[in-house]
């Protein structure tokens, strides 16, 4: 990532659907390239919902953390540290986008193609559960912004107590965009066209 951020002729948007560990250890090693970085869009966060990482007492957690968070909350602390534009897609999101058997079957109609034929078996794997389109809604984004409405947020990210890994609303904490709609005509019929 060092390297090719240092040899971008022009800036690069990062599309990152994990913790942002490898972001934060690139700026640690150089912290240069945040120049070159002109927005992360990401799979990470809950802004105004419970986290996905269950309250216990086995975890020690309130139930407030997204999952991309509590893994390294100390690595997007350190990006939240930089002035580059941060894009979320938050749980707030992609818990309204859900993976449906209506989608699934979808898929299955479209089996004469190899990737709906893998994607619908693979869903159909997790419709029992509670399963959400977290990082296609995200990396959506990069082909389709018009799908999205942002919403502008001060945010901060709790890095230790039973609250460690969640994303915070903070008066005068750093400004974020969130994904706060997306148009979900237009982003099913655009997965289902993938």
């Not at 240092?6 to 990062?14: D, F, G």
């Not at 945040?34 to 020690?60: C, F, H, P, R, Y």
Request: glycine share 6%; aromatic share 10%.
């Amino acid at each position: 990532m060092v390297r090719v951020l240092r040899e971008a002729t022009e800036p690069v948007t990062l599309m990152v659907t994990d913790p942002l560990t490898t972001v934060a250890t690139a700026l640690d090693k150089a912290p240069e390239i945040s120049e070159k970085i002109q927005k992360i869009v990401w799979m990470g966060g809950a802004l105004n919902v419970g986290g996905n990482v269950e309250k216990s007492l086995e975890t020690g957690q309130d139930g407030s953390a997204e999952w991309n968070v509590y893994w390294d909350p100390i690595s997007a602390a350190r990006v939240w540290q930089t002035q580059i534009e941060i894009i979320m897609c938050p749980l707030d999101l992609t818990n309204n986008l859900p993976v449906t058997s209506d989608i699934v079957y979808k898929m299955g109609r479209q089996r004469h193609y190899p990737i709906s034929d893998l994607a619908g078996q693979c869903y159909a794997l997790v419709i029992p559960q509670d399963y959400y389109f977290w990082d296609v809604l995200a990396t959506a984004y990069l082909a389709h912004p018009e799908f999205y409405q942002l919403r502008e947020w001060e945010t901060q990210i709790i890095t230790n107590d039973l609250s460690s890994g969640r994303t915070k609303i903070v008066p005068g904490g750093r400004p974020i965009y969130a994904m706060d709609t997306v148009d979900k005509k237009r982003f099913y019929s655009y997965i289902l066209q993938q």
